[in-house]
């Protein structure tokens, strides 16, 4: 950041040196105003630059325009009026109080801070020569194109190999429902065999238990009779 704002400080010496010419009005003012980011895609082979300005106490005549670019460590005077590569670069006043920079052949090297300059030359006033603040331009590379590329393409293959690995669950369990239902059938039937089993043992059990009863009884039986009998008898 120090470096930019040093170079800037000659680039304002510089611009200041351009334009000196006499005038007689010393109450002119001007404002630069530009966008300070503007992005461009990989496909994008010319872009528009604009700048912003206004202007007061100043004659009617238009004023000079000038563009600079900061570099990554040195500035590069662009149009100062007249573009230096015209197939390039190109100016145009859009309106009174607008105008923007053309930048054909786009490419990643034009990635650059763009600083837009107005003067009006016939007027010695120190706020008659302004620039703005600067745009920083910057073009994607085909390196991050192929990035997002691939980056969809990735979301795309999972996305088909959920669903394929969902069908494929979906498959399973519907071959193998039958058995399954087969299975709890039988484990069902089992149980309730082991039921029915179960209460006929016990059944058997109560029956053994009372026949058992019936046969003491009767054992004793005689014996009661046998008792009486004597018991008469005497």
């Known amino acids: 950041m120090a470096s930019f704002n040093k ?9 200041d040196w351009i334009l000196y010419s006499g005038g ?9 105003t530009q966008p300070g980011f503007q ?17 007061s106490g100043c004659s009617s005549s238009p004023p000079q325009v000038l563009w600079f670019r900061f570099l990554t460590n040195i500035h590069e005077d662009l149009c100062t009026p007249e573009c230096k590569k015209q197939e390039k670069f190109k100016v145009h006043l859009l309106s009174e109080k607008n105008v923007s920079l053309q930048i054909n ?16 030359s016939n007027s010695q006033s120190p706020h008659a020569k302004q620039t703005g603040d600067g745009t920083i331009l910057r073009k994607t590379g085909e390196e991050k194109q192929h990035s997002n590329g691939k980056f969809i393409f990735m979301i795309i293959a999972l996305s088909l190999m959920l669903l394929y690995n969902t069908a494929v669950i979906f498959f399973v369990l519907y071959k193998l429902k039958p058995k399954l239902l087969k299975k709890s059938g039988n484990e069902d039937q089992r149980r309730e ?3 029915i089993n179960s209460g006929r043992k016990i059944f058997q059990a109560i029956a053994q238990e009372l026949q058992k009863q019936k046969y003491a009884e009767r054992c004793r039986q005689p014996d009661d009779l046998e008792d009486d009998n004597v018991y008469q008898n005497r």
């Open 105 to 120: 052949n786009l490419t990643v090297d034009d990635n650059a801070v763009y600083i837009c300059g107005i003067s009006f």
């Open 193 to 195: 065999n082991c039921k």
């Open 7 to 15: 170079l800037k400080n000659v680039l304002m010496l510089a611009f």
């Open 24 to 32: 007689a009005t010393d109450t002119c003012k001007v404002t630069v």
């Open 39 to 55: 992005e461009a895609d990989y496909s994008v082979q010319t872009i528009f630059l604009s700048c912003t300005f206004s202007a």
